[in-house]
């Protein structure tokens, strides 16, 4: 049935409506209502996947452009040449998609625009940006060095030069392209965060730090607390606000134990909704995120390091900083195999997991490390992804449950994940996977970290080379 003119209307009103009174999940259905009706529309698409975005819906956004992108790519594939307007519009398909997470979609969306307008320089720093974003930082290079050779001195190109040096390992190269792009644009936000990514990617430091700051802070709590930046704290109460990935919490909240040595009467750490009764059970004054109390002060929890001024200082003495509460086990007989647990693959939800995941394909090969029995604790796997000799406990989305599952094992094996952050923080040995570029709290090059001392780094020799991490792996198992 054909929709009228007049019902894509009356949808457009209804969800730009919706999306002025803030009703974001009631925008996103009236606009796929449009998408539906005029599936090539790509405009439709982006309206759709805004909605989700503000909706906090990150799995949705993609699901709406990468619908649009197979429209797109049906429609301008064939011999017809590609409109002007056709361009424009596949472009920012392709840059919604880059900033969705789908890097591959984009890369050949830009591909096509580049193709169009062969001297464009966004054209071709977007093209390289997404050929990076897609793991090819060697193929990026050269593309990004064509775009700045017809504009030298746009921000946005030399920012995109810094971050492929990134990812090739080449940071004193991409310390020169930041300090390029600052002269060029002086405090561009985006250039410090990736100054400070280039820094951290070093080693912790004071410097790195103050440049995380620029990393986008969550919104305050509404409860009229102030921003704490290393105010003196006696006799007063202070809220660590969650953010980002879970991971990234059971990582930084080793810091929050410093807020009471400063003095402070009270520390409530807020945290999301599965973590709560590990925190609690940790010993951690916890509430689920959105049910903050009325306190003195406020900090982000990722901001702990910078305005606690610790520096290089990774507080890692006080490993285990995250327990079940639980009294140990007894220990297994010493003749039994090892029991290992594994995670291959992060959260969709994150957008930048695609790079970190591990090939499903090569967990058999797992299986030819003697002695070992293998543990799946990865949370949505699909029906014959994990091999069938693998144990498959009932897992929860409880990670104090994750936690006494951990307990039980002799070490756990995953990519970079939240798993992977609660077993170092549990002082549980860990075997992390890492992509070629890792991201900044694993720098380069060595196999330990000062975040984890019962941690080992297993990394890609080149990219996406993960056959080359399940040799090493192997070794270290057998060692």
Known sequence: MTSRPSDIEAWLVAGQTALDAGHHTDAAAAFARVQHALPGEITAALLVANAWRLAGNTVAVRDALLSAFRHATDATSGPAPIESAEVTAIYELGAALLDAGAPTEARRLFERVVRKRPKDPAALGALAGATRAEGDPQRAWPIVQRAMAIAPKQPALLLTAAQIRHALGDLTRARYWLDRAETVRPAHVPTRLQRALTSLLEGPSAEGWADFEHRGL???PDTGAAAWHGEPLDAQSILVTAEQGQGDNFQFVRYVAALSQRGASRVVVECHPGALSLFIAS?????AKGEAPVTDWYVPMLSLPHRLGAGADVASAGIPYLRTGVAARPSAAPSRRRRVGVVWRGNPAFLSTTLRDFDPALLPRLLDIPDVEWVSLQVGATIGETPST????????????????LEQYDALVSVDTGTAHLAGAMGIPTYILLPFTPDWRWGLATDATPW?????LIRQRAPRDWASVVEALARALGS
């Open 390 to 405: 693998f144990l498959k406990p009932q897992l929860s989305l409880n990670w104090l449950d994750t936690a006494l599952l």
């Open 452 to 456: 984890y001392p019962a941690a080992r």
């Open 283 to 287: 010993g951690f004054d916890a509430v």
């Open 218 to 220: 969550p919104t305050p």
